[in-house]
Every structure is written in structure tokens, then in C-alpha cells.
């Protein structure tokens, strides 16, 4: 089934060349605050989630791990310009992001790992044993 759109005034391009001219030359687009966009994977023995985090310093990343529940905070910062540089735009912006989520499986914190480079946080949380079975039923 097609879409019908009704057309406006709006919608002509004499009128959105108009409102073109009031516009800063640069404009940033909106993105949302604090988004993390991960991978989770899952082994018989652990799980493995790649966190892409760009821009974002080593230092200023936190990750706790509380049974199956984990979570990942921090803040980006862009850096400030530098003598004899003039900032022309700035679409990079300070921000705190935080994101959790819980595993089907409880971890083990104690063999827990996290490694930062290329922008990318991976997290290795291998499955604490004895945690979840099925029983028979007799």
C-alpha cells in the first residue's frame, strides 16, 4: 500500500530556501545524550559485550558488575582548542553516559576483565558455576 503525504506551503523549495538564510552555516545535529551502542555474545562459559565508546578517555570509563546486572558510566569530553586554534564548529559535546543492563546468567566478579582500545570497551564476565540449572523432576 502506498503512503499519500499531502503537500504543505512548507514544502516548497522557494520557501525552504528562505528559511535556509536564517540557519548558522554549521549545524550540529541532535543526538541523543548518553547513548551507548553495544554487542552482547554469549559462550557455554561467558558472556562478552563490546561497548563502542569514541572519543571517550580510558580514565573517564567506569564498569561495575553486581551478580548479572552490569553497568557502564562515564563522560566524554571533546577537546578544548589550542593555542593559535579557533573553533569553527563543535558538534562533539561533554556528556555523562550511563547504561545497564541484566545477564540471564549471575558472573563472576572476580574473574571479570575489561579492555578499552580503538574506541571499543570489551568486557569479558565469565559465568559464575553453579548458578542456574534445570532440575529433574522425579
Known sequence: MARVRLATPFDLPAFSDLLQAFEPPVQAAEQPLGHIDMDVLETP?????DAELPGVAKEA??????????????QARPRAPRAGERMLCRERHEHLFYRSFVLPHEIDAE??????????????L?????????????
Request: overall charge positive.
Open 45 to 49: 562459559e561467558a558472556f562478552v559485550i
Open 61 to 74: 570509563i567506569h564498569v561495575k558488575v553486581d551478580r548479572n546486572r552490569v553497568e557502564i558510566s562515564g
Open 111 to 124: 574473574r571479570a576483565s575489561a579492555r578499552f582500545a580503538d574506541g571499543v570497551l570489551e568486557l569479558t
Open 126 to 138: 565469565p559465568k559464575k558455576a553453579g548458578g542456574r540449572r534445570e532440575l529433574p523432576i522425579g
